[in-house]
């Protein structure tokens, strides 16, 4: 099997490839379009900012090969946002992948970004039972509200998709890659699974 993590100018993308080796997963971190195109599963990981990682993706026409994309595909973080329609973040047009706004956390009594542990509810489909009673890790200041395509759900200020799928994408609001155990079932389940 061949993984392709997408590289581009976002963080945390190491720290995938570290989670993979720990899983003896042969893995290329990439930015040819072929060899995304043609990997068995692809990766699109992130911790950044949406505007100027769109235009990055769009600079070297990585935005229409995720787009076109058959495989199964996981977003992870950023890289959930940016599967969505649209960003609060810098008012960013996304990859419309996921018909939903990424929205800003409101400032109020918590703090911004949500940075830590987090259970997760209302889990269905590719994620349950793997993260019953489980915790996960979050880094984020912006959220897809509640969907349809929400496969589990977290509550930080408010209700928010911490796992969606369509079709082929799958996508993350947590880092697996940091998630210990719980985390590896997640990469697993879907190296394996989807």
Known sequence: ?????????????????FALE??????????????????DKVIFPGVGEAASTMNYLKEKKLDQV???LTQPVLGICLGMQLMCSYSEENNTPCLKIFDEVVKKFPQGREKVPHIGWNSLSNLSGWLDPLLENQFVYFVHGYYVPVN????????????FSAAMKKNNFYAVQFHPE???AAGKNVLESFLKNS
């Open 148 to 159: 349809a395509c929400a496969t589990a759900i977290a509550d930080y200020i408010t209700p």
């Open 1 to 17: 099997m061949k993984v392709a993590i997408i590289k581009y100018n976002a963080g945390n993308i190491r720290s995938v490839a």
């Open 178 to 180: 940091k998630s210990a």
């Open 66 to 68: 995720i787009q076109g």
């Open 22 to 39: 720990r899983l003896s997963v042969d893995y290329e971190i990439t930015d040819n379009l072929e060899s995304i195109k043609y990997a």
